[in-house]
């Protein structure tokens, strides 16, 4: 079974996936990279406010890009 790696990148910090999952094809991996990212959001939203982007970079065993995904939060105050 192929492996796909799976990157984790925002504008403060990269996190390269050097483990990798075990996918049954590319179509399997793009939808563990949809998941993947509400998982991510949730927890850094906590932390980080009112504005995020996350993006989710898939890449095979020889280290190919093959799918990127991304997620943007924007929360806007209407009381003040």
Request: aromatic share 8%.
């Amino acid at each position: 079974m192929p492996r796909f790696f799976f990157d984790i990148l925002d504008a403060n910090a990269n996190e390269r996936d050097e483990v990798g999952v075990a996918c049954v094809d590319l179509e399997a991996a793009v939808v563990e990279a949809k998941r993947a990212l509400p998982s991510i959001a949730i927890d850094e939203l906590r932390r980080d406010g009112d504005y995020k982007n996350y993006m989710v970079m898939v890449r095979d065993e020889e280290g190919q890009a093959v799918y990127s995904a991304a997620l943007s939060f924007v929360g806007t105050r209407l009381i003040r």
